[in-house]
């Protein structure tokens, strides 16, 4: 099993090459319909579509716990896909999510700005908005990436192979992909990294049952979760009194892919003042 992610500048024709590599390769391809769709099965449809790769406000992560929750829920998104076979992702952080794995071949697609708003005026779009369309975009998906996994969107370091458009075509990108990604370089996934997606999975779904059941102190975690093994959730930290823990016993329970809870959460100890 293999996945290949692409990041791209917006109008750099990343999409269009990812599409094209999934097709030749045989591979499921998850853009923004697909991603939104499998949230749509678990139940946050919503939540995923509203995120559009960019960056909560200011606000929103100071006063409201709803980013870290749907951060939670994409990831488990990203991982339930992977769980399912061959597959190349469109954006949404992908890279970083399977960053572990040798399986994972990550690409990114650029171009220069001059580049891009030929591109985009290619396709019908105002040759006066394309710039301010670019702006947005790359800020909004480089402001994601940072907000998410607190990592620069442009640094080299995190892709395997950077391809710039300036000077080829897009059936040319493609076939380079293709011959890197079926490379002997590329490892398959084992069994050992697939129940680790598994897992990853599993975890990212509890750590969002537990934000969203308000039990995090403001808006961080005061439960740390491990998945020791496949569908066993292991507590760890603090809750305020025994209701709480109660709580998180019945909340993490009704987390699907969980069958087994080790609560070992502990009473916040009371502070006393003399």
């Not at 779009?125 to 620069?152: M, Q």
């Not at 395997?160 to 000077?167: A, C, Q, R």
């Not at 016993?249 to 006393?272: A, H, I, S």
């Amino acid at each position: 099993m293999h996945f290949i992610t692409f990041s791209r500048r917006y109008g750099a024709g990343g999409g269009e090459v990812a599409r094209r590599v999934a097709e030749k390769m045989g591979y499921k391809f998850y853009d923004t319909d697909a991603i939104e769709y499998k949230a749509g099965e678990l139940g946050f449809r919503e939540a995923i579509r509203e995120m559009e790769e960019r960056p909560p406000s200011f606000f929103q992560r100071i006063f409201s716990s709803k980013p870290a929750v749907d951060l939670d829920r994409l990831n488990s998104v990203i991982y339930e896909l992977a769980k399912q076979g061959d597959a190349v992702f469109l954006g949404w952080g992908s890279h970083m999510l399977l960053r572990a794995f040798d399986c994972a071949f990550h690409v990114r697609v650029i171009a220069s700005k001059e580049k891009r708003i030929q591109n985009l005026v290619g396709r019908g779009v105002n040759p006066e908005d394309a710039p301010k369309l670019i702006e947005k975009a790359d800020h909004d998906r480089e402001a994601f990436i940072k907000f998410a996994f607190g990592a620069n969107w442009e640094d080299p370091d995190l892709y395997d192979l950077v391809i710039n458009m300036n000077k080829l075509s897009v059936e040319l990108a493609v076939e380079t992909v293709v011959r890197a990604a079926r490379s002997d370089e590329i490892k398959a996934c084992s069994v050992d990294a697939m129940g680790h997606i598994e897992m990853m999975a599993i975890k990212s779904r509890i750590e969002a049952a537990i934000m969203e059941a308000g039990l995090a102190y403001g808006h961080t975690l005061s439960i740390s979760v491990e998945i020791p093994e496949p569908g066993v959730a292991e507590l760890m930290g603090f809750v305020e009194d025994k209701a709480g823990l109660e709580k998180a016993q019945r909340v993490v329970e009704g987390v699907p892919g969980v069958k087994k809870v080790l609560n070992r959460l502990k009473l916040m100890p009371t502070t006393r003042y003399a």
